[in-house]
């Protein structure tokens, strides 16, 4: 499995991710990007499914700040 997490102090904002993956990503009231997977709340504990790998790798390539991370663990942050 993977799972996947916003840094949101890196984060500026650029609508890429959820235009790439928006089944993953969406934005917070700032523009910020959030994990919404499954209802995640950016806290990187929910399994990504296999079928959103590639958008998943695309998204995180396309980053302009390297803000998407990705693990094989979770990543239990708070949001
Ligand atoms: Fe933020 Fe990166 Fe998503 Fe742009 S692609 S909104 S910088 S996380």
């Known amino acids: 499995a993977k799972y996947t997490w916003v840094e949101k102090d890196t ?6 991710c959820g235009a790439t993956a928006p089944d ?3 934005y ?4 910020l990007a959030e994990v919404i ?3 995640d709340r950016n806290c990187g504990v929910t399994a990504i ?3 959103l ?3 998943l790798q695309d998204s995180c390539d396309g980053c ?3 803000s998407i991370k990705i ?3 979770p990543f239990n942050k708070e949001g």
């Open 11 to 16: 984060c500026i904002a650029c609508g890429a």
């Open 24 to 26: 993953i990503f969406d």
């Open 28 to 31: 917070d009231d700032e523009g």
């Open 37 to 39: 997977y499954e209802n």
């Open 49 to 51: 499914p296999d079928d």
């Open 53 to 55: 790998f590639d958008d």
């Open 64 to 66: 302009p700040t390297d």
């Open 71 to 73: 693990a094989d663990e």
